[in-house]
């Protein structure tokens, strides 16, 4: 038995099994998110394009354009949705009207994709989710755009029983988030980017939180054009 994965794109991760995907994460394909202000920094190649739609299940983290791109997925109908069990049930309530074969999983239990690869999930209190993934003696940590918020002892706890482990995390200055904002005296509040924090820092401390020894930059991987 074969297993392997790869990351690809802005925030997708593909699970294979002999060579066959069986789960590919948030698939920003097609679309161009955000009125059309952002963009792939690579282009996509044909084969993991083909991976992505062919997977058995597509799991998706929140509603997010980068992460979940109807572009991409409206016209898919061979492939299983996974969402986590957010509050309100807006993700799952969308995906079901357009016709989507959608699960909502139940937090920190796992399931079974296959023979050798087992997922679980957990929805945050700010509308995003975590994806764990077992394949044998390897786990995988997808923290995508999330922070510690409820679920951190889980994952620790968990990863404390691997001696791979591989996390999958935003990192950066934070130039998309909240970065132009003004108080109610109209007075600049300067973001978390303007600190400057040194990246490696950042991902030495998290992987050393969650008992990483490996780590992927993810949901990182797009640009700013400039609408016209």
Do not use: C
């Amino acid at each position: 038995m074969k297993l392997g994965f790869e990351t690809i794109g802005n925030a997708t991760l593909i699970l294979y099994e002999d060579g066959i995907p069986v789960l590919s994460t948030d698939p920003w394909v097609s679309g161009n998110p955000y009125f059309g202000s952002w963009k792939h920094t690579h282009e996509i190649p044909e084969p993991q394009k083909s991976n992505i739609n062919k997977s058995k299940f597509i799991w998706i983290s929140h509603g997010h354009p980068d992460h979940l791109d109807l572009d991409t997925i409206k016209n898919w109908d061979t492939n299983k949705f996974l969402i986590s069990n957010h509050f309100g049930d807006r993700i799952f309530n969308d995906l079901t009207s357009i016709g989507l074969q959608v699960n909502k999983l139940k937090d920190k239990k796992w399931t079974s994709l296959s023979n050798n690869i087992e997922i679980s999930t957990f929805a945050d209190f700010n509308q995003d989710s975590i994806l764990m993934v077992k394949m044998k003696d390897v786990l995988i940590i997808d923290l995508n755009d999330t922070n510690p918020r409820g679920w951190s002892k889980w994952i620790k706890e968990t990863a404390k029983n691997f001696k791979k482990v591989f996390l999958l995390k935003l990192t950066g200055f934070g130039d998309a988030d909240m970065i132009n904002y003004y108080d109610e005296n109209d007075n600049f509040i300067y973001p978390l980017a303007e600190k400057r924090i040194e990246v490696g820092k950042t991902i030495g401390h998290l992987m050393e939180s969650f008992h990483a020894n490996f780590f992927i930059p993810f949901s990182s991987h797009h640009k700013y054009s400039e609408r016209r």
